[in-house]
């Protein structure tokens, strides 16, 4: 596709249930980020992908929080235990490297999590 | 630690007229700045990005500045439509890795409304 893609769209879960979120960049797109927007907040950084590597995953929130990615494509981000919390929209970019300074972050539309 | 300020939070004219968005922030050792817009419920657009060593960028009706060395920024949009309605966003990418510090630092946004 053109754009950046995230699945799902809105996803509904019980407390303590784990969700695994997907987001696919724009083809040929070696960086890859994610972001947390809760309610009435900024944005805020979770973790970035150049290439298959994540150099630094203090940005997540907790243990509870991991990603992978794979094949420098898809990558998921995982929520284990979910926390009332954790209810957000998680925002996936991507750009052409991460050290190009002059290449935007192109985002997706978003995954909005809501934990009952 | 990186503080992005926007201001106003909210701001509403009539159609047509020309309008200043600000952007502050606190620490002036950037990679580069990057200005959006986000539709309700939806994700960011990417409006404009300015690189450190560059003053100002223009897109159409679009124009952002960047004084890097007092930490501001403004986006200037003219001729203002109905369409330009939306949340306008900007987000600063430090010099610095590391620390989760390698994402964007958003502002809390300014939500415009454009009066017919």
């Known amino acids: 596709g053109a754009g950046v893609s995230q699945s799902p769209s809105n996803k509904v879960t019980e407390k303590g249930k784990d969700v695994e979120l997907r987001c696919d960049p724009i083809s040929g797109h070696t960086a890859l980020y994610w972001y947390r927007q809760r309610l009435g907040q900024g944005l805020e950084f979770l973790i970035y992908?150049?290439?298959?590597?994540?150099?630094?995953k203090s940005g997540l929130p907790s243990d509870r929080f991991s990603a992978e990615r794979t094949g420098e494509s898809v990558s998921t981000l995982t929520i284990q235990r979910t926390q009332q919390e954790d209810s957000a929209v998680y925002l996936c970019?991507?750009?052409?490297?991460?050290?190009?300074?002059?290449?935007?972050?192109?985002f997706g539309d978003g995954t909005r999590l809501s934990i009952l | 630690k990186q503080e992005v300020t926007q201001i106003p939070a909210a701001l509403s004219v009539p159609e047509g007229e020309n309008l200043v968005l600000n952007c502050s922030f606190t620490d002036s050792a950037i990679y580069n700045l990057q200005w959006f817009r986000q539709d309700p419920g939806k994700g960011l657009t990417s409006l404009l990005l300015i690189q450190s060593s560059q003053r100002e960028q223009t897109s159409g009706r679009l124009n952002a500045s960047l004084d890097k060395s007092s930490g501001r920024s403004t986006l200037y949009i003219a001729a203002s439509q109905p369409g330009d309605s939306a949340t306008y966003l900007c987000a600063v990418r430090g010099l610095y890795s590391g620390g989760g510090a390698d994402g964007l630092t958003f502002g809390k946004g300014t939500h415009l409304i454009i009066q017919p």
């Open positions: 970019a991507s750009s052409l490297g991460h050290f190009e300074s002059n290449q935007p972050q192109h």
């Open positions: 992908f150049q290439g298959n590597s994540a150099p630094d």
